[in-house]
Structure formats: C-alpha cells, structure tokens
C-alpha cells in the first residue's frame, strides 16, 4: 500500500520529493534562482534515503558527474537554471547521442519575467535544438508527479530528459499529495566497459540516426499515452475556436476563460518536446482558429505552424508571431486575457469578449511612490571594497591621470551598480568579470599606456564556478589586471549554500577548504594579497597598491555576509555633531541610513552594525549606539 | 470558495514567511492553495510580493488585477504600490511604519500618513496600526508580520479564525521565538477587537492619553 499524505510545498521541493520517490542515488547541481531548493531539499534528505547529493561547482561539471554515474546504471539527478544549462550544454549535446544507462534527469529552471536572470532563455527550444524530451509541469503537484515521469521516460528510453520549470511552479508552494519513500533497492549494476561510452565520430554517425527515429517514436507516446499519465489533455469546447497551451499558462488560461468554460477546445501540453503530432492534429482537425499561450519564446505557435503547414489544414494561428501575445516578460490572467480578446477581434469571430474584474484603483491611479531598487544589505561586506575600490581609483586618478575600469560578475556583487556606488562597468554572466578585463587590458588604447586600469570583481563561489580558468588564462596571456574576490563565504544570492571556499558539503559533512589566495598563486598571479573587509582604510591602501602592480595582482578580501551572520550592532547619528552634510548617505547607499528634510540622517532599525557609515563621516558623527549580542 | 490574499513589503519584512504561514492555515482548513512569491535578487531591499490563493480549486498563483480580497502591507508605500489587485469589496490591513528607500534611489521625499489617507479613501475597510511599534512593545520588531497576520484574523478578514491560524504559528515558529511571537499575536489581537467595538476603542485611546 502506498501511503500518502497533503502538505504545502514549493515546486522545488515537491520536484526533489519526486525524484526521491522514483528511486533517486546521485543528485549534482549548482546553485541558481529559482532551481537551488531542489538540491537544498534532497541535500537534507539524502542521508535518511541512502542518496548521495553535492553542489558542484559548475553546471557542466554537475551535469558530467550525474553522467558518470548513470553510466553505472544509477538514478540521478541533475538541477541548474537557464542559463546554467548554457555552460552545460557542451557536455549535454554529445550527450544525446550516446544516451545513458540506470536514468538522468536535468532539472532546468526557466525565469520569465525575468526576476533572477540574465536571460529570458526558453528550455524547451533547447530540448529542440538538442533531441532530448522536455517535460512542462504547470503546478507543484504535476512537478511532483512529471518527476517520477521523467524518471521513467529516461529509464526506458535511455535518455537524458529534461524536467523544465518556470518561475512560478519552481517557487510557487501548493498543497501537493506526496507518496512515502522506502530507502529500499540501492544496488546499481556498476560500470560495464562498452564502446558505446566513448564518443567518437564513428558512434556519432552511427547514433545520429537513431537518435532522429527516437523522436518520433518519443512524439508518438506522447501523443497516444494520453490516459497514462502524460499529462496532455485536451478539453472540447463548444465553437470552432481551440486554445493551446504549456506549463503555468495552461493555468492562467483556465482562469482567464472560467466564464466563458465550454467556448474554446483546450489542449494543455506538458510534454512540449518532441511534440505530440499525432495528437495535436486530432485537436486540431475540428477547429478553424488556434489561439498559443505559452510564456517565453513562441516554441508551440511554431510546432503549430509547422504541422499545419504540412498538412495544409485550413486553421488560422493566434499567438506572438501575428502580435496577439507579448514576446516577452511573464504572462498572467490579465495578459493572457487581453492576448484572447486581441484574438477574438481579429478573427471576427461570434464569441463574447473576455472580461478583466475592476479593481479599486487602476495601475495607472496610483499616485506615485517611492521606488526601492534592489542593493546590497546593510552592512554587506561588498560595500566597503566597492566603495574602497572607488576611492582607490579617484586617487590614482589624481595622481597619474589613468582612469579604471571596473568589470563586474554575477552574484550579489552585480549589485555594485547600484547608485550611488555604480561600480559595475561590465557585466555578462559567470566568471566574464576576468575575461573581459583582460580582453579590455589588451586593446591598443590601453597598451599605449593612456587609456585605463582594469580590475574585475568576483565572489568566491563564482570563483570557483568559472573564475579559476578565466585567471590562468589572464595571466597566461600577460594582461595587467587587478581581480578583487568578495569572499563572503557563502553564495549569498540564491540563499546561502556552501562551495568549495566553505569546507563543508552540501550534506554538512566537512571537507577540504579550497584556500582561494592560494589558487591563485598557483595560478601566477604574483601580487596576492588577503585581508579583511572591515576596515575601509586598509581596503583603499591595498586596492589601490594592486591596481598600480604591474602585471595580475589579486586582493581575496573576506568578510561577512549579513543574510546568515548575526548583526553585531547598531550605529546611531549624533545630532549635535552631524552637521548635514549628507555624505553618508550620498556616498553609500546603505539602506539602514536614509536623509530627513530636516538635515540631520537617521539611522533605521536595520542597521547591522559594519560601522562603515561611522568610517566616512567627515565629523566624526556617527557612533555605535548599542552591541548586541 | 475563493479568497485571494495579497501580501507585500520590503525584503527582510517577513513576506515570504507569513505568506506561508497562510498556506499552511489553508491546507489544514481543507483548501487548495497556491502561492507565488519573491525570491531572489529583489529582496535585497526591494518591494516583495506574496500572492497567497486559497480555494476549492487549483489554480494559477498569481492574483489577477482587481481580485484580491484582502491586501496585507508590512510597508505603506508597498500597499499602495498593490492596491491594483485589491476587488472593490476587499480590505487592508497596513502597518504604519514606514521603511524609508536608501536616498540613493532619488525619491521624492516619501510621507507615510499621506499613502495611509489614499488608501483609506479608496478601501473603507482599511486597519492602519503602528505594528512595528506594536512588535517591539512585544519585545522585536521582527515580529510584525505575525502580528499583522493576528490582526487580519481577529478582524474576521481571513478565512479562518485566530485560533486556528495560532495553531500554525506555533507548529512553524521555532521555540525560543514562540512565546515572544504569541505576544505579538495577542496585543494584536486586542488591538484590533478594540477597533471593532467603538466603545472599547475609545478607552484605548484615553488610556493611550494618560500614558
Ligand atoms: S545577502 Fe549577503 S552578500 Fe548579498 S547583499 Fe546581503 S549581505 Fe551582501
Ligand atoms: S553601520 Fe552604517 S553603513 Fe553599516 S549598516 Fe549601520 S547604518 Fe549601514
């Protein structure tokens, strides 16, 4: 008997709760909003359930591990988010060709919107661009569920399968029906030599082929499995109109149509690729008119387009290409029901419009408010080197007429553009915060000696992530930069998970402490130095001597990150000494500080303590009201 | 049954928390839920949101404009920042305290009681209180969140009533926090039931007087 039980958890949670019940033995992934709390839960589970879990520190390094140990015939796992999967797409597109024994499942969160993202990057296109199937839950409860699938389905098949999320089923908590897991049936068969492991260019002409069949054959399951759980339906409605739909927006359009229920034919697809032919064209063999909501890129209006084409069905499409539909940013009832309406009118058709609810006030009513841009915490460590750095290069400014340029990463630390700091001059995606510098370091401008020094932020789990080949390659190439390391001792963004900085594995079992000053010296930077980010005059004296090193220097500065320390104070302004000068609020940015009409800053009750207000006073004004403990 | 529950505030509030403390309220009480909130890179400082949707049925987790039945503010500039959401039958419970941005945002100077006044002109059930204050006198401001939550049930705006929303609380609040967090609650409590019966509301307020 199976047991289960209801509780509320997040999409995230409810995908590792899956894989754990479908049998899982290795999880690997590297942490990126929104995908880390799948490993963060199978990471706290994997002792109670015999499962062996690890951050790893990149995704093609993640997403390799999971490879070798499916090659032994194991479950496993691997998770990342969007554009983790671009680093990981090398290993991954040799990968589909040879396949895998036991079973691999990638977990890639895709960000609409987007809220944590560089990219607005659409998984399933990349299912397409790689042959591997994509599945597309729309709620925690079909991500629990489309997880044992996606198990399955790779078993089976012996095939890497890709369990693609959005936002809002990754990081949306519902009440999902879990089933007991048994840490039962661990054994794996183990590594057999064959052949077939090694990629070559024989094996890939002889895998081509029957990696193209596989297709259909996958396209045909997902369009005939239809009661076995595939998660495609199709609902008939009661005109000539159907609506196609994938993932969270098959939800919003439920909603958006919940008057009108019985109107439109609906096929809901979560088995997005390969596409179910068989079935969309039995959808679409009774209707004049399609409507496509899908987030992100037009990959089902196309498939649409495609097979309509083919077949020379008399069906006119509705979606982003004709401009019904947004191209980007994240859908909602709202959007989804103007993209109906835009539709409806344009094809004339004899259907009531959909209808928006009234609220109170219109967006456009509100009067206007203050604006809160995201930035660093109070008393975050990156604010003292950001501001230290800047106050290095006005310096040497003065004194040798070189200006800087200062080249940021991902992580935190991207929040150094923010105002009034706005040190970022560059920034692309993990680990480019070096390269660039040193690519900008060896244009002509700069080697004529006129133009600028170039210094490169990172944090210590992008360090490790792609920051180490990045430097070797810096210094193998002669370029004159200056890296600065934001070692707070965490990866602070996506909630504080260890790395190979930390000495502590994503089990909590200790492990060796990468030292990253040391790294680096192996790596041939000659000038490296570590100290601590709290006194901002030490900051400024040591930026300031690395930028001036001729040749890579590197400053590893360590501190704190307020997110999981304790705050160890509080500062307070004395109003007989301020004299209103406002400089630390110009000059930081802090959001504990904020200016008054009145003349005098106040001090708010978040302030931790770091004491660098109290730094840059010119009056010695600020003074520590309280040590808690 | 349908009710949509907007929650909003600034990172580091305890949106993310009380929006689960609703769920969790709801699933016991039998209901779908589904949430949608910010994680991220926004909450460093930023306006956070928590659409908190409790129902019969499942359903997408992001409130449509004009459906919310109830907007909970940690922050008054947040309330109004969401009161988009709000159906011309919903209600609000807004903290007074105000957080002021980091000046380097550039904004015009921010005053709290006049975001108070256009909300209550545009909800008449609006319940403005100073929670923060009210969390510190019960010994953290960290507390507001929950003390608001309190407010919302013990003026019937929630699906569910305070003792059943406590019994959540006390399941999720670790223990060293539980007896500081049940004060909260119940100051709130008292607070709001003192809104409800003006009588009782006046003596608050001569009592306010003589302190
Ligand atoms: S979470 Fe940590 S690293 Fe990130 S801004 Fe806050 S203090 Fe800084
Ligand atoms: S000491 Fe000053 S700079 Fe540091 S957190 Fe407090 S107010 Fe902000």
């Known amino acids: 008997m199976i047991l289960t039980s209801k509780r509320i958890l997040m999409g995230n949670e409810a995908i590792a709760f899956g894989a754990m019940k479908a049998g899982l033995q290795v999880a690997s992934g590297y942490p990126g909003t929104p995908s880390t709390e799948v490993m963060e839960t199978i990471a706290s589970h994997a002792s109670k359930y015999g499962i062996y879990a690890e951050w790893a520190t990149n995704e093609k390094v993640a997403l390799e591990t999971a490879v070798g140990a499916a090659y032994s015939g194991a479950n496993t796992l691997v998770t990342m988010k969007q554009v983790g999967l671009n680093v990981a797409s090398d290993p991954l597109m040799s990968l589909s060709y040879i396949g895998v024994k036991g079973s691999l499942v990638i977990l890639v969160s895709d960000d609409p919107g987007p809220h944590s993202s560089q990219t607005e990057q659409d998984t399933r296109a990349f299912g397409h661009f790689s042959n591997i199937p994509v599945l597309d839950p729309s709620t925690p409860q079909e991500a629990y569920d489309m997880a044992k699938l996606a198990f399955r389905l790779s078993h089976e098949m012996e095939i890497p399968v890709i369990l693609r999320t959005t936002t809002r089923v990754s990081h949306g908590c519902a009440d999902v029906v879990t089933e007991d897991i048994e840490p039962a049936g661990r054994d794996i068969e183990g590594y057999v030599k064959e052949p077939r492991w090694t990629i070559f260019p024989k094996l890939t002409a002889q895998r081509h082929p029957w990696l193209e069949d596989l297709q259909i054959r996958i396209s045909d399951r997902f369009s005939d499995h239809f009661s076995e759980n595939t998660f495609n339906s199709i609902s008939k409605g009661n005109s000539k109109i159907g609506i196609a739909s994938s993932g969270v927006s098959s939800l919003y359009t439920n909603e958006a149509t919940n008057k009108q229920t019985g109107t439109f034919s609906h096929f809901k697809l979560a088995t997005v690729h390969p596409f179910p032919e068989k079935a969309a064209l039995e959808f679409l063999s009774d209707i004049t008119d399609l409507i496509v ?50 539709s409806l009118q344009s094809m004339n058709a004899e259907v009531p419009l959909l209808t928006h609810s009234t609220p109170v006030v219109a967006r456009e009513n509100i009067p206007s408010l203050p604006v809160r841009p995201p930035t660093f915490c109070a008393g975050c460590m990156h604010r003292t080197v950001f501001y230290a750095f800047k106050k290095a290069a006005a310096k040497l400014k003065k004194e040798n007429g070189k200006g800087t340029v200062f080249s940021g990463d991902i992580g935190c630390y991207t929040l150094g553009n923010a105002q009034p700091l706005n040190m970022v001059d560059t920034c692309l995606c993990m680990g480019a915060g070096i390269s660039m510098a040193a690519g900008l370091s060896h244009t002509q401008q700069y080697q004529e000696g006129n133009y600028a020094k170039q210094v490169a932020f990172i944090g210590d789990s992008t360090f490790f992530h792609s920051g180490i080949a990045a430097m070797i390659s810096a210094v193998y190439n002669n370029a004159d930069i200056t890296l600065a390391v934001l070692d707070n001792r965490t990866t602070a963004m996506t909630g504080h998970q260890p790395h190979p900085g930390i000495g502590l594995t994503a089990m909590g079992n200790p492990t060796k402490a990468i030292d990253i000053a040391e790294v680096l010296r192996s790596c041939g930077v000659d000038l490296v130095e570590t100290i601590e980010a709290d006194d901002l005059g030490k ?3 040591t930026a300031k001597m690395a930028i001036e090193y001729e040749g890579p220097s590197a400053v590893v500065f360590k501190g704190k990150c307020v997110g999981i320390t304790k705050a160890t104070g509080q500062y307070v302004i004395d109003e007989e000494k301020c004299t209103g000068c406002n400089f630390c609020v110009s000059q930081l940015g802090c959001p504990a500080i904020f200016s008054m009409s009145s003349g005098i800053p106040q001090i708010q009750d978040n302030c931790t303590g770091c004491s660098l207000c109290a730094q840059v006073c010119p009056s010695d004004a600020i003074d520590l009201r309280e040590v808690l403990q | 049954m349908k009710f949509d529950i907007l929650i909003a505030g600034v990172g580091g509030q305890g949106v993310v928390l009380a929006s689960r403390l609703l769920a969790t309220a709801a699933i016991d009480a039998g209901y779908h839920v589904a949430t949608a909130e910010t994680i991220g890179m926004a909450q460093r400082e930023g306006s956070v949101t928590s659409h908190v949707r409790i129902g019969d049925e499942v359903c997408g987790s992001l409130i449509p404009a004009g459906n919310a039945d109830l ?80 407010a919302a049930a013990g003026a019937d705006l929630l699906p569910f009533n305070p003792e059943e929303l406590w019994s959540v609380l006390e399941k999720m609040v670790p223990e060293k926090y539980r007896e500081l967090n049940r004060k909260a609650f119940d100051m709130s409590l008292e607070r709001v039931s003192g809104m409800k019966d003006p009588e009782k509301q006046e003596q608050v307020q001569v009592q306010a007087m003589d302190t």
């Open chain 1, 293 to 342: 909501i899908e987030e992100l890129d037009p990959y089902l209006e196309e498939q649409f387009l495609q097979l309509i084409g083919r077949h020379h069905l008399d069906v006119n499409v509705y979606g982003k290409k004709n401009g019904h539909f947004p191209v980007s940013g994240e859908y909602d009832v709202d959007v989804v029901i103007e993209g109906v309406n835009s």
């Open chain 1, 539 to 541: 900051c400024i004296e």
């Open chain 2, 71 to 150: 907007i909970i503010g940690l922050e008054p500039a947040e309330a109004a920042r969401n009161i988009h959401f709000l159906s011309k039958d919903g209600s609000i419970v807004v903290n007074e305290h105000a957080v002021i941005p980091s000046a380097s945002a550039n904004n015009a100077e921010y005053i709290p009681e006049h975001v108070i006044e256009f909300l209550k002109e545009n909800c008449q059930e609006t319940i403005n209180v100073d929670f923060t204050q009210l969390a510190k006198e019960a010994g953290t401001y960290r507390a507001t969140n929950v003390a608001m939550l309190a």
